[in-house]
């Protein structure tokens, strides 16, 4: 099946930092979607961007679809920011409708 | 518009016995899918239905099973607890199309002893 990998791990920043956080996937996807899993484990939404660019506040992302990959990148960083960021992807193909996830990226964000 | 729901938020079960939890979606929304999350295994998918119909199933033993109702929402039923199928249990919801959005609930957290 499809492979996503996410890098880095685990990034830890000060306050005010930027970051970018990167997701590798192996085939050609029809949906791609980041997430922030808060504190009490619901998937919060961040972006719905199968190809492009988007733009939400200090969060931005962009997915080059024809070389498998998407970025997230986070602008003056705040301590609320901190948690695990999920890429997760919908492989193209017949008897798809399933999101296959990374394994995260844990964000930690100090004062 | 609601989110989706998901009840019970938290369970304690022991080995042996079988638990039974439930999704509502989105308004509108006619397909519903589940996954488990563990620290070791991550984010994993275990089934997806669309009116009332399982179209994909993940790699899990027959213990797992679910269902859907007319009016879209789900259950998802485990039978003989292990101690393994301790993990949150997330449940999304979508239009059902191939490139739709999927929106998650806030999870049941299983806990068995």
Redesign the interface.
């Known amino acids: 099946g499809i492979q996503v990998e996410q890098s880095p791990p685990d990034l830890i920043l000060q306050e005010g930092a930027n970051s970018t956080l990167r997701c590798n996937f192996s085939d050609s996807v029809n949906n791609l979607q980041w997430f922030h899993q808060n504190p009490w484990g619901q998937l919060i939404n961040l972006f719905y961007i199968p190809s492009g660019t988007k733009q939400n506040g200090r969060l931005s992302a962009t997915t080059v679809a024809t070389e498998r990959y998407s970025l997230l990148y986070i602008s003056s960083s705040q301590t609320t920011d901190s948690g695990v960021y999920f890429c997760a992807v919908e492989p193209r193909g017949a008897g798809s409708y399933q999101l296959t996830f990374g394994k995260g990226t844990k964000l930690s964000v100090i004062p | 518009k609601a989110g989706v729901t998901q009840t019970p938020r938290y369970l304690i079960k022991t080995r042996g016995q079988q638990v039974t939890l439930s999704c509502s979606p989105i308004s509108g929304h006619r397909?519903v899918?589940w996954?488990q999350?563990t620290p070791g295994q991550?984010?994993?998918?275990l089934f997806?239905y669309?009116s009332e119909t399982q179209?994909?199933k993940?790699n899990f033993p027959g213990r797992f099973s679910g269902r859907q109702f007319s009016n879209s929402r789900s259950e998802m039923n485990v039978s003989t607890l292990e101690l393994g199928d301790s993990a949150?249990y997330?449940c999304?919801s979508s239009l059902g199309q191939?490139?739709?959005?999927?929106?998650?609930?806030?999870?049941t957290?299983l806990t068995v002893l």
């Open positions: 397909s899918s996954y999350q991550g984010l994993q998918f997806e669309f179209r994909n993940g949150l997330l999304a191939r490139d739709n959005e999927q929106f998650f609930g806030p999870g957290r």
